[in-house]
């Protein structure tokens, strides 16, 4: 059974900051790339960030610069962190494994102004 769960949402005023986790069961993430997106209500689902299994990243612009993506791969768990939230980060995020395409439930964001 492969499962991914998001974890680390929540509501949180513009300016501030949150940990997203995605701890993975079942599978093994170390030699995967493994990717953040997320979903605005009403909106598609679209591309936050990814990081390879050597550790390179790549960013979508609306939060390059503000969002750090990482991985422990000895906890097999992937992390992103946002600072400087602003109202339009609101979504709901997940995680996914880009080669498998495996998907976590979500964990709502929301960002007040």
């Known amino acids: 059974q492969v499962q991914l769960v998001e974890s680390g949402g929540g509501l949180v005023q513009a300016g501030g900051s949150l940990t997203l986790s995605c701890a993975a069961s079942?599978?093994?993430?170390?030699?995967?790339?493994m990717g953040w997106y997320r979903q605005a209500p009403g909106k598609q689902r679209e591309f936050v960030a990814t990081?390879?299994?050597?550790?390179?990243?790549n960013y979508a612009d609306s939060v390059k610069g503000r969002f750090t993506i990482s991985r422990d791969n000895a906890q097999n768990t992937l992390y992103l962190q946002m600072n400087n939230l602003k109202p339009e980060d609101t979504a709901v995020y997940y995680c996914n494994t880009l080669w498998d395409n495996y998907w976590g439930q979500g964990t709502q964001v929301t960002v007040s102004s």
């Open positions: 079942g599978i093994i993430i170390s030699g995967k790339p």
């Open positions: 990081i390879t299994s050597g550790g390179s990243t």
